[in-house]
């Protein structure tokens, strides 16, 4: 009698502890499809043509991407700005560490202090590139005046010079990152089992003991999450290289985001097919770094099982 009341249930009523769950990811699914995966592939094809936007298509194979490679200087400097980028965003990590746990503390005050600290991470990136542009400006920024009045004078000025420009954006680019980080991480803290850190005083750990051995390891999720949003962040610095030099002077802060931007839809380019190929090149770069992290985290997870 059991068996032929199951049978005579809807194929959904049988199934409906697998399948809800489904039915739930399925809008967000279809437009991750639709916004994210359906364009990648749309990029890739189109690289391998030469294209103006608008009429139709030619095949050039392989061309764009020897193009790239073969001693496009433009490229080059893009592609080595990019790990200068990498290199350096990093930075906001530790920083956001550090600042998230002198807020973790109960003083006098830090409502104040995590407000400030936290201001950057709300304020749009291009107001952070125009408030730094200001701070840049030669004889009349507060960096000027500061650097005068120890006897650095850096001629044209933070941004003006080809050597000090592509650093000057990496910092203001770290004011909010590193805001980002601080808020993964003071929200990790949260989680931090106390029973654990009892234990460790216990054990006689304090300092720089307790945080390598027992705070850290607890906040390896956030972590995790920091590296991928501020790798992925520094591949695609766009707003403040075109805020502050629009990729100058002498293009020396272009990055591969900016000039994909500059060879596919400036008034210079309209080579659709060419700037593909650069995004191409971005989209691998990053995927190479985010599937690094994924496996470490597997292998993490595997090892506690």
């Known amino acids: 009698m059991a068996t032929a009341t199951t049978q005579n249930r809807s194929w959904y009523r049988r199934n409906e502890i697998a399948v809800t769950p489904w039915l739930f990811l399925l809008p967000g699914i279809l437009f991750f499809a639709f916004y994210v995966i359906i364009p990648i592939f749309q990029s890739v094809w189109i690289s ?19 193009r790239l490679l073969g001693g496009d200087r433009k490229f080059e400097t893009s592609f080595w700005n990019n790990l200068k980028w990498l290199v350096l965003y990093l930075l906001a990590i530790p920083m956001g560490l550090s600042i998230s746990l ?4 109960t003083v006098r005050g830090i409502r104040l202090y995590k407000s400030l600290f936290f201001f950057p991470f709300v304020i749009s990136q291009v107001v952070v590139g125009l408030v730094f542009s200001w701070f840049y400006l030669p004889n009349d920024g507060l960096f000027d005046v500061i650097t005068g009045l120890v006897g650095i004078d850096i001629k044209g000025g933070v941004l003006g010079n080809p050597n000090t420009a592509t650093y000057g954006i990496i910092a203001a680019g770290l004011w909010p990152q590193t805001a980002y980080c601080m808020i993964l991480y003071l929200t990790g803290l949260n989680a931090v089992d106390p029973e654990q850190v009892e234990a460790a005083r216990l054990d006689g750990a304090k300092g720089h003991k ?4 027992v705070i850290i390891p607890q906040l390896k999720p956030a972590t995790f999450i920091a590296f991928v949003v501020t790798i992925i962040g520094a591949l695609r610095s766009f707003d403040f290289i075109a805020v502050m030099t629009n990729g100058g002077p002498f293009g020396s802060t272009r990055v591969l985001s900016f000039y994909m931007f500059e060879e596919s839809l400036s008034e ?6 060419y700037g593909a190929a650069i995004a191409v090149v971005l989209f691998f770069i990053m995927l190479i770094f985010i599937a690094y992290f994924l496996w470490s985290m597997y292998q993490d997870e595997k090892g506690v099982r």
């Open 210 to 213: 307790m945080l390598w051995y």
């Open 102 to 105: 002198f807020l973790n503390q």
């Open 268 to 273: 210079f380019g309209f080579r659709m097919g």
């Open 48 to 66: 391998f043509h030469e294209w103006d936007g608008l009429g139709e298509k030619t095949w050039v194979g392989t061309a764009n991407y020897e």
